[in-house]
Nanobody, 132 residues
Framework: QVQLQESGPGLVKPSQTLSLTCTVS??????????WGWIRHVPGKGLEWMGV???????YYSPSLKSRTSISRDTSKNQFSVQLSSVTPEDTAVYYC????????????????????????WGQGTQVTVSS
């Protein structure tokens, strides 16, 4: 059974960088051909896909967040992380990490935004509030 767990600060000040880590157990983030993604639930807006990192370390981002988002991984710890720079109160959300078991990397490269149905295992989510 694959399990994902988000961790990171729950409060970030405006203009700072939000950093979250997802620890994966029960499966390797380098196992072919999975993709590991970050999704957030913004109050009043619903789920918003942020980006993914592939089993071999390639990254793909949402066109709307690409300029502020960076996803990386630590294979020795079986973790992947997201950084969102220059945050504003509009970035207040519950942030989730999740696994895409059948990623279409061509679609990701073309900027296709996946839906929640593309992901099978999810973390429980972590609330991040952007406030001074």
């Amino acid at each position: 059974q694959v399990q994902l767990q988000e961790s990171g600060p729950g409060l970030v000040k405006p203009s700072q960088t939000l950093s979250l880590t997802c620890t994966v157990s029960g499966g390797s983030i380098t196992a072919s051909y999975y993709a590991w993604g970050w999704i957030r639930h913004v109050p009043g807006k619903g789920l918003e896909w942020m980006g993914v990192i592939s089993y071999d370390g390639d990254t793909y981002y949402s066109p709307s967040l690409k300029s502020r988002t960076s996803i990386s991984r630590d294979t020795s710890k079986n973790q992947f992380s997201v950084q969102l720079s220059s945050v504003t109160p509009e970035d207040t959300a519950v942030y989730y990490c999740a696994r895409d078991p059948n990623p279409n990397y061509s679609d990701y490269a073309e900027g296709r935004v996946p839906t929640k149905f593309d992901y099978d295992y999810w973390g429980q989510g972590t609330q991040v509030t952007v406030s001074s």
